[in-house]
């Protein structure tokens, strides 16, 4: 039987607890601050109630021993008086929750069940490093896709080519890029970042060469650009296919040619940089629509490094939760020492379209709503509710999810078994048909109307697909 403890100076409350749940639960009272503390050192109860006003230790200074002698109590502060600084100050203090008399039943008792709930996961517990030296970011995981990253950054960092960085938003693509950087010759040298989507076009030209004075309105003095600031180090180019054409020319010349002349000016100045580029986009698609130079992209592509989505290294989750929590825990102010294996198994489920970059700005939520020094479920913020109740991870985006898809079947053509084109359509009709059937229940009237055609093209197609 679960022990709960009850704090309050109104023997009447203290009744009503006994009354309520005293079948259900081993209901300990106190009086005073001081002697429910004596009584939680005997005992250990799952849930503690403190009455916030009482003579001697207030709620707040129970509370705040109670933490002290057992950082993982769970205790609700219970008060006539729902002042805003009492209840701010309450939770601040680490309180499970706070709630104003006269109590109701019903609210109690699920209160009860939370805080049973949440005691348990903190008991079943991921510790955090206790070293408070944070060692800023970095590459982190384990898993073998990671592994396979981390052999390539070694290959190529001893040399100076061009290497194109690939994978989806989110992955840490600058990431690499850094530790391409720091373990090449030119780690001494500039590093220098260029987001390519983040700057416009008529300002992407000027950014990347610089510009004299006078080369446009607005330019009263001159201004070195990222080549040449990057001299001797490295040039990131980061999203390097939302680059437009024009653009691209000129950045192949300057890595032709090695040297790049500043907007509005004569003078030839030598470059020496290394290159390194990233990209979430298909380049290939892009270079057959036209919207990518194909000589450019074989100046970029000499190595290629894929970064895995986190979805496909999902073992890598409770290192990476760890390191942002030991990075944000000062900046969030919160005492947070661990995680419960729950929320860890839950975080494993989900399927992180974000990547790694929303898997860092859920640890950095999860630390500000943490109401102890365990993240426990009570405290997953609302992205990873869908795997708290048991819903399975949200659907992907259709055109993403076929766009990977299609990625996947053009890097073995000989999966495909005949022409591309063809087996393409056939497998997305087929796939088309099986969902709108398993929709409908089998009802073939309905499938069809979902699909937008008629019965009998519908049971052609089944018939076609192999699903009569």
């Not at 022409?419 to 059937?437: D, F, G």
């Amino acid at each position: 039987m679960e022990t709960i403890l009850v704090v309050d100076d109104e023997a009447s409350v203290l009744y009503s607890f006994q009354r309520l749940f005293g079948s259900k639960y081993r209901v300990l009272t106190a009086l005073s601050g001081e002697e429910g503390l004596r009584l939680y050192e005997l005992n250990r109860p799952s849930v503690v109630f403190l009455d916030q006003r009482m003579p001697g230790l207030s709620g707040l200074e129970t509370l705040r021993a109670l933490k002290e002698m057992d950082p993982q109590a769970v205790a609700v502060i219970m008060t006539a008086y729902g002042d805003t600084e009492t209840v701010i100050c309450s939770m601040q203090e680490g309180a499970f929750d706070y709630i104003t008399k006269p109590l109701d039943g019903d609210q109690l008792e699920a209160l009860i069940q939370k805080g049973i709930l949440v005691r348990r996961s903190r008991e079943d517990i991921h510790l955090f490093d206790a070293s408070p030296v944070y060692p800023g970011p970095q590459l982190i995981g384990q898993s073998p896709p990671m592994q396979e990253v981390y052999k390539l950054i070694g290959q190529v960092a001893g040399t100076d080519s061009t290497v194109l960085i690939r994978g989806e938003s989110g992955t840490g693509k600058e990431l690499v890029a850094r530790a391409i950087h720091v373990h090449s010759v030119r780690k001494n040298d500039p590093f220098v970042v260029v987001n390519c989507a983040a700057i416009p076009e008529t300002l992407l030209e000027s950014e990347l060469f610089g510009y004299e004075k006078g080369a446009f309105s607005g330019a009263d003095r001159r201004k070195e650009g990222k080549f040449e600031l990057a001299h001797g180090g490295t040039l990131f180019l980061d999203e390097i296919g939302d680059m437009t054409p024009s653009t691209q020319t000129k950045i192949l010349r300057a890595l032709q040619e090695r040297h790049i002349e500043r907007l509005g000016g004569k003078e030839v100045i030598g470059v020496d940089v290394r290159i390194l580029a990233a990209t979430h986009q298909d380049l290939e698609m892009a270079m057959e629509s036209g919207r990518f130079r194909e000589d450019l992209y074989w100046r970029l592509n000499v190595v290629t490094i894929s970064l895995p989505p986190l979805r496909e290294r999902k073992e890598d989750i409770p290192a990476l939760v760890e390191h942002f929590a030991l990075r944000f825990r000062e900046e969030c102010a919160c005492r947070v020492t661990g995680i419960s294996r729950d929320v860890l198994r839950t975080l494993q489920a989900y399927d992180w379209p974000g990547n790694v970059r929303e898997l860092e700005n859920w640890v950095r939520r999860a630390l500000i709503l943490c109401r102890g020094e365990t993240i426990t479920m009570e405290d997953l913020p609302p992205l990873a509710t869908f795997a708290k109740e048991g819903q399975g991870p949200p659907p992907e985006d259709f055109s993403r999810r076929l766009q990977r898809l299609l990625a996947q079947a053009f890097e073995d053509p000989k999966r495909m078994k005949g022409p591309s084109y063809h087996r393409i359509v056939e497998q997305v009709e087929t796939e088309l048909v099986r969902n709108a059937l398993k929709i409908s229940g089998g009802n073939q009237l309905r499938a069809a109307r979902m699909l937008g055609i008629t019965r009998t093209t519908l049971r052609k197609k089944m018939e076609r697909c192999g699903l009569l």
